[in-house]
């Protein structure tokens, strides 16, 4: 099976930078897309950013202008550069890869474990 791997969480101080990386591994297929989501205690997971392996990306809008998503088709890799954290960041956030199986057309998504970023003075 396909397993994401995150790491780079941790505790910043408001206006702090955090950089999260997540690998991918185990894919018999080529992953379509990759991205971060987040989850908020007592809140639903929400997208942060997605790209796909042609590099077409997007943003929510909390996300826009200060974090940066990238990826590394070669090796699987996706990163995401936050800047100008505040504390409304505060959540565990999980790696996404979207595969679209050829046999099924259908698209598979699988998770990573989530890494938590905790912005606090």
């Known amino acids: 099976q396909v397993q994401l791997v995150e790491s780079g969480g941790g505790l910043v101080q408001p206006g702090g930078s955090l950089t999260l990386s997540c690998a991918a591994s185990?894919?018999?297929?080529?992953?379509?897309?990759m991205g971060w989501y987040r989850q908020a205690p007592g809140k639903q997971r929400e997208l942060v950013a997605d790209?796909?392996?042609?590099?077409?990306?997007n943003y929510a809008d909390f996300a826009k202008g200060r974090f940066t998503i990238s990826r590394d088709n070669s090796r699987n890799l996706v990163y995401l550069q936050m800047n100008n954290l505040n504390t409304e960041d505060t959540a565990v956030y999980y790696c996404?890869?979207?595969?679209?199986?050829?046999?099924?057309?259908?698209?598979?998504?699988?998770w990573g474990q989530g890494t938590q970023v905790t912005v606090s003075p």
């Open positions: 790209i796909t392996s042609d590099s077409n990306i």
């Open positions: 996404n890869a979207g595969i679209m199986v050829p046999i099924t057309r259908k698209r598979v998504d699988y």
């Open positions: 185990g894919s018999l297929f080529s992953i379509d897309i």
